[in-house]
């Protein structure tokens, strides 16, 4: 049950530049849509979202993007920071739950 | 900022056991979920509770698990008889009206 897809396990960033974490779903009729952040032995903590009347939202660093048509959204953080190492998931709403991706571990280099 | 809260935070239990794992969802708060993680794997839903009642459950979530709100302010899980396969992180969750989820830093559940 692959709804939530996210393709790429790894991505290693430097210090300052922008990170691009991106997500593909499966289906048209998920209408919100989160970003979380995991570090290690905590919980998944939100970070940002959008609903699918919107193309895009920015809050500080992080902005999401929604591609309807193509049925994907991309996570951008600039300018990255150590701290911004992390596992990040994307994650659509259902019905009665929140479904996940794999989770991209992001890692930022000094 | 309030927080969920979950106890214990490492569980050890042998094959067979029953265990319960316990949350504190954050107080104004009417849904209340449990996830748990797989080393290595997605975060994966198990339940959702609502108004005294299960909302949606997963396949996952099986006859040997159960989900109880026995006072205004406890959320637990049971796992009645455990497997090594049941071994993993249980994150429990809980939101208000509109709001995303909040997530506890979970417990981890060694099978063995």
């Known amino acids: 049950d692959q709804q939530v897809k996210q393709n790429s396990p790894s991505l290693s960033v430097q210090e300052g530049r922008i990170s691009i974490l991106n997500c593909d779903y499966t289906?048209?009729?998920?209408?919100?849509f989160l970003w979380y952040k995991k570090y290690p032995a905590e919980g998944p903590t939100f970070l940002i979202s959008?609903?699918?009347?919107?193309d895009k939202n920015e809050d500080g660093r992080f902005t999401v993007f929604l591609n309807k048509s193509a049925k994907h959204l991309s996570l951008h953080i600039v300018p990255s920071q150590p701290g911004d190492s992390a596992v990040y998931f994307c994650a659509v709403q259902g019905a009665q739950k929140l479904v996940f991706g794999q989770g991209t571990r992001l890692t930022i280099n000094p | 900022e309030p927080e969920v809260t979950q106890t214990p935070s490492h569980q050890v239990t042998q094959m067979g056991q029953e265990v319960i794992l316990r949350c504190v969802p954050i107080?104004?708060?009417?849904?209340f979920y449990w996830y748990r993680q797989i080393l290595g794997q997605k975060v994966e839903f198990l339940v959702s509770?609502?108004?005294?009642?299960?909302?949606?459950k997963s396949e996952i979530f099986d006859d040997q698990f159960s989900v109880e709100r026995p006072d205004g302010s406890n959320f637990t899980l049971k796992i009645r008889s455990t497997k090594l396969e049941d071994s993993a992180m249980y994150f429990c969750a809980s939101r208000g009206v509109g709001s995303p989820l909040h997530f506890g830093n979970g417990t981890r559940l060694t099978v063995t």
């Open positions: 509770f609502y108004n005294n009642e299960i909302s949606e």
């Open positions: 959008i609903s699918s009347i919107k």
């Open positions: 107080s104004n708060h009417l849904y």
């Open positions: 289906n048209s009729m998920f209408d919100y």
